[in-house]
């Protein structure tokens, strides 16, 4: 496939599109809702902040328990159970007068969930697409979730002021009821891609099989730590410029939107396998800029041109992809998933501590400089790995 029409003409992929789209949107603006409504109750900043980002600490947890039933479950049927279990979470953290130490059960169960879900869903995507497809079709979902999630932030906003935190929950419980529905009536009944009960053992087995191949260590590495690390300097918009942070993230999202639609549509086949690294080094090297405390035009080109530089994820995704075994390739996709939220959030970590003991500016660029010395180090592997076509399963 070439052109991201060409998808749309596959029911299955359409379906996927939808249900994942109705999911972000519903994440996106319970996250808001949670956060808003922890704030209110406890007046903790720290509280609200796990409120909303705590279920990217739980995937971690899933990936360590349940990310194989990624590959032996009948993905209509796990995608559909999955819409209902997220509804009915949400829709009880809605409930009036409940206690905010009860919801973070809630969300951790919902978090572990997710990261066997998320492994599913790309599964799925990879089988529906081959390998040739699923480029292009990962970088469809990825401009997708990022307007979903643009425009999420503004509607959940305007339903929390408008019918209160547990109303904006009550309205995410409807769109993950509608994501079940998108794929229970829109994806046909599948086999799943590996035999077997989902268990510990075997999600620890198969992770094992997965980290014991040298390039896909390095290809694991690359998609985590330069990106987590990247995430904790866009932690520091706010300190930087509490009066300007949302322009940062906005100018942000477009420059991950274009990056997205370069890859996964306008780069030839030929250089995707050449670029990741030179990607990784674009996602970081403007925020060295910061050291020099830019006002706020240099520092939102500085946000645009660096943030491009999230394309290499989807080129790192297609390698991972060419280096796995197809029955692997839900937990495999799911793995590089909850890992990339877990480094994410140690990166936010990282830089926050960095800006306690210097400050926003210094940190950021500091953070960035570190984001790169990664790259350095990860690049000879990276070129030894080969560009996206090695043999699958292969083990140095």
Same mark, same amino acid.
């Given at each position: 496939m070439r052109t991201y029409r060409e998808l749309f003409r596959d029911r299955g992929f359409t379906a996927l599109f939808l249900f994942s789209a109705a999911q972000t949107a519903a994440? %996106?603006?319970?996250?808001?809702?949670?956060?808003?409504?922890?704030? &209110?109750?406890?007046?903790?900043?720290l509280l609200a902040a796990l409120a909303m980002f705590g279920p990217a600490f739980?995937?971690?947890?899933g990936a360590a328990t349940v990310l194989s039933a990624a590959d032996r479950l009948p993905p209509r049927a796990a995608l559909t159970g999955l819409g209902l279990l997220l509804a009915a979470g949400t829709a009880v953290q809605a409930l009036p007068g409940l206690p905010v130490v009860a919801l973070f @059960?809630?969300?951790? $169960?919902?978090?572990? #969930?997710?990261?066997?879900?998320?492994?599913? &869903?790309?599964?799925?995507?990879?089988e529906l697409l081959s390998r040739d497809g699923y480029l292009l079709g990962r970088s469809a979902l990825s401009v997708a979730a990022g307007l979903v999630q643009i425009g999420g932030f503004a509607v959940g906003g305007a339903l929390v $002021?408008?019918?209160a935190p547990s109303g904006a929950l009550l309205t995410a419980a409807a769109l993950h009821l509608l994501s079940a529905g998108t794929?229970?009536?829109?994806?046909?009944?599948?086999?799943?891609?590996?035999?077997?009960? @989902?268990?510990?053992?075997? /999600?620890?087995?198969?992770?094992?099989?997965?980290?014991?191949?040298?390039?896909?260590?390095?290809?694991?590495?690359?998609?985590?730590?330069?990106?987590?690390?990247?995430?904790?300097?866009?932690a520091l918009y706010v300190p930087y410029?509490?009066?300007?942070?949302?322009?940062?993230?906005?100018?942000? #999202?477009?420059?991950m939107l274009a990056?997205?639609?370069? $890859?996964?549509?306008?780069?030839?086949?030929?250089?995707?396998?050449?670029?990741?690294?030179?990607?990784?080094?674009?996602?970081?090297?403007?925020?060295?800029?910061?050291?020099?405390?830019?006002?706020?035009?240099?520092?939102?080109?500085?946000?645009?041109?660096? /943030?491009?530089g999230y394309a290499s994820g989807l080129l790192l995704q297609e390698r991972l992809v060419a280096l796995t075994p197809a029955e692997l390739s839900g937990q495999a996709l799911g793995l590089h998933g909850s890992g990339m939220l877990a480094l994410q959030g #140690? !990166?936010?970590?990282?830089?926050?501590?960095?800006?306690?003991?210097?400050?926003?500016? /210094?940190?950021? $660029?500091? /953070?960035?400089?570190?984001?790169?010395?990664? %790259?350095?180090?990860?690049?000879?592997?990276?070129?030894?790995?080969?560009? !996206?076509?090695?043999?699958?399963?292969?083990?140095?």
């Open positions: 994440q %996106t603006v319970a996250g808001l809702a949670l956060g808003v409504l922890v704030l &209110r109750r406890t007046g903790s900043p739980a995937h971690l947890l @059960p809630v969300l951790l $169960a919902l978090g572990v #969930a997710g990261a066997a879900g998320g492994g599913v &869903r790309y599964g799925l995507l990879h $002021a408008a019918l794929a229970r009536a829109g994806l046909r009944r599948r086999p799943p891609r590996a035999v077997g009960r @989902p268990s510990v053992v075997g /999600t620890w087995r198969a992770n094992a099989r997965l980290w014991s191949s040298v390039p896909r260590r390095y290809v694991y590495l690359a998609l985590w730590v330069p990106n987590g690390l990247i995430v904790g300097v866009e410029r509490p009066d300007a942070a949302g322009l940062l993230f906005a100018v942000g #999202a477009l420059g990056g997205d639609v370069l $890859a996964g549509r306008l780069l030839p086949a030929r250089w995707r396998g050449r670029l990741a690294v030179p990607f990784c080094v674009l996602l970081a090297a403007p925020y060295l800029g910061f050291a020099l405390e830019p006002g706020l035009p240099v520092a939102a080109a500085l946000v645009a041109v660096a /943030t491009v #140690a !990166g936010a970590a990282v830089a926050g501590a960095l800006a306690e003991a210097t400050s926003p500016t /210094t940190a950021m $660029a500091g /953070t960035a400089g570190a984001s790169l010395a990664v %790259t350095a180090l990860l690049a000879p592997g990276l070129r030894r790995g080969g560009g !996206g076509r090695t043999a699958v399963g292969g083990h140095c």
